[in-house]
């Protein structure tokens, strides 16, 4: 049984940080492209950022250089470490396994809360 399981989130002062981590089991972890993506109330889910399997990121315009995506494939955990969090960086924050090959698997974690609020 796949699981992926968030864990980090919370409430944060603007200007503050947190470290979200995405723990996984029952999958080839190594193999998959992890990524963080977020919703917000009455928005669609976009994506935050991406890791593959070889450790190329990629972030989304609005959190470049602030957030940081990275992997242990010794511990199945991907991490988004979050730097100078604003008001709208508040969302729900998903992470999500991808692997494209003759066949397509992909799988959601149930999200976890940041609130960046005074």
């Known amino acids: 049984q796949v699981q992926l399981v968030e864990s980090g989130g919370g409430l944060v002062q603007p200007g503050g940080s947190l470290r979200l981590s995405c723990a996984t089991s029952?999958?080839?972890?190594?193999?998959?492209?992890m990524g963080w993506y977020r919703q917000a109330p009455g928005k669609q889910r976009e994506l935050v950022a991406t890791?593959?399997?070889?450790?190329?990121?990629n972030y989304a315009d609005s959190v470049k250089g602030r957030f940081t995506i990275s992997r242990d494939n010794t511990k199945n955990t991907v991490y988004l470490q979050m730097n100078s969090l604003k008001p709208e960086d508040t969302a729900a924050y998903y992470c999500?396994?991808?692997?494209?090959?003759?066949?397509?698997?992909?799988?959601w974690g149930q999200g976890t809360q940041v609130t960046a609020s005074s």
């Open positions: 890791i593959t399997s070889g450790g190329s990121t």
């Open positions: 029952g999958i080839i972890f190594r193999i998959y492209t």
């Open positions: 999500n396994a991808r692997y494209s090959g003759i066949k397509e698997y992909e799988y």
